[in-house]
């Protein structure tokens, strides 16, 4: 596996494996690597000739109160492990390199970065709009392999691509869980025991509401009523957001005939967690 950091050197070496006519898929991280990011380095590999992984804690992404500071960082376990998986290439640019002193462009999706995890996080959603253009940008990849954990950011992301006619395809695959249900998470780290067991909330709220859609119920605020319901059983969450929408719009939908983006994100103490499943049209 191959080591870069710098964005020159990382156009190089993907352009040689363009030009030889191998495919190439990117894996966008922030490292702390956990299951989830491996299944993705996995689908990275099965689908193409070489596979390219970025760790890169993005602070355009992260507010003035959030942890940018304490984010985990573990660059040479991240690195065993994707080495172990055969990754080809490694991007572990600095943040000078990806924003160099005088840099003012961003990148803005109106309409859909404040929605969700937007309306929650101002900026966020115009931070990874724009890291993840310029990663698209140096790497030029065939596809890149997002988690549907972040579902909002996948929204987004795919408005992204269609606006500007990105030649790259985004693969997205399913979220990863630990045994009990909990949505494999760098964050999760952060969590003390007992909040871990009342992170178990937010599996829990999801499949009420896949029950209950799944006995015919169809309409959207009776089946979001029943999942808040199941979250306000347990005093050590936080709500920020329960919510039930169409999952390229991210607007609010009456009933789930058409299928449907159930999403709910949570403070347990100090750290936001978030989860959703996804409604099929019935």
């Known amino acids: ?51 390219a992984v970025s760790i890169f804690v993005n602070p ?5 109160t959030e942890d940018l500071d304490k984010y985990p960082r573990n660059l040479e376990r991240d690195a065993a ?8 290439f490694l991007f572990i640019p600095s943040v000078e390199e990806m924003y160099p002193p005088g840099a003012k462009t961003y990148v803005v999706v109106e309409g859909l970065s404040d929605k969700l995890d937007g309306a929650s996080r101002p ?50 695959c399913p979220i990863a869980r630990e045994v009990d249900g909990l949505a494999m998470s760098s964050r999760n780290v952060y ?16 499949m009420r509401v896949q029950l209950a859609a799944d006995g015919g119920e ?9 999942g808040m319901q199941v979250i306000a059983e347990e005093p050590g969450a936080r709500l920020d957001y329960f919510a039930i929408v169409d999952p390229d719009t991210l607007d609010p939908v009456t009933d789930i005939v058409q299928g449907a983006l159930v999403a709910v994100a949570a403070y347990f103490g100090a750290t936001r967690l978030i989860d959703n499943i996804a409604l099929a049209p019935r």
């Open 60 to 64: 355009l992404q992260f507010g003035p």
């Open 123 to 172: 900026g966020h959603f115009r931070g990874v709009a724009t890291v993840v253009t310029k990663l698209f940008e140096t790497v030029r990849p065939d596809y890149a392999f997002f988690g549907q954990k972040d579902a909002a950011q996948v929204a987004v992301l795919r408005k992204l691509v269609r606006d500007l006619d990105m030649d790259v395809e985004l693969v997205v």
């Open 191 to 206: 969590l003390t025991p007992e909040q871990r067991k009342q992170a178990l909330v937010l599996h829990r709220a999801l």
């Open 1 to 51: 596996m191959k080591r870069i950091s710098t964005i020159a050197a990382m156009k190089a070496a993907c352009r040689q494996v363009t030009a030889a006519g191998k495919t190439l898929g990117l894996v966008p991280t922030m490292g702390a690597l956990h299951e989830g990011h491996l299944s993705l380095v996995r689908a990275g590999k099965a689908r193409c000739n070489v596979t």
């Open 218 to 226: 169809k309409d959207s605020e009776k089946l979001r009523h029943a």
């Open 81 to 88: 492990m994707l080495e172990q998986l055969g990754v080809e």
